[in-house]
């Protein structure tokens, strides 16, 4: 029903740049929340960012707030996160995810319905 493909990722120095996208395909995304998340190996998905796509109300994960920014082409279907000063621990595999829901918290992975296939970005110290 929700098609979701990353794209963006790549290597880059500590201190350094990266935007990443998520192009979305299928159902329209008045009603969802867009998300996304990281994972590093041995780790449970940890989520940095969502944004309430009617509104464009947006949330942080404390470690990136003041870091990254979450925004929306709404004419592109396109949900964007601009990561910047980044740091090594940022690396991980980035994932964008759809929820159907626009109540609670949805900071949790399981509160999202489609994913995409994931980014890897690497920090280099």
């Known amino acids: 029903q929700v098609q979701l493909v990353e794209s963006g990722g790549g290597l880059v120095q500590a201190g350094g740049s990266l935007r990443l996208s998520c192009a979305a395909s299928?159902?329209?995304?008045?009603?969802?929340?867009m998300g996304w998340f990281r994972q590093v190996p041995g780790k449970e998905r940890e989520f940095v960012s969502k944004?309430?796509?009617?509104?464009?109300?947006?949330y942080y994960t404390d470690s990136v707030k003041g870091r990254f920014t979450i925004s929306r082409d709404d004419v592109k279907n396109l949900v964007y996160l601009q990561m910047n000063s980044l740091k090594p621990e940022d690396t991980a595999v980035y994932y964008c995810?759809?929820?159907?829901?626009?109540?609670?918290?949805?900071?949790?992975?399981?509160?999202?319905?489609?994913w995409g296939q994931g980014t890897q970005v690497t920090v280099s110290s």
């Open positions: 995810a759809a929820s159907l829901r626009v109540f609670g918290p949805l900071r949790s992975s399981r509160d999202y319905d489609y």
């Open positions: 299928g159902r329209t995304f008045g009603s969802y929340t």
């Open positions: 944004l309430r796509w009617n509104s464009g109300c947006t």
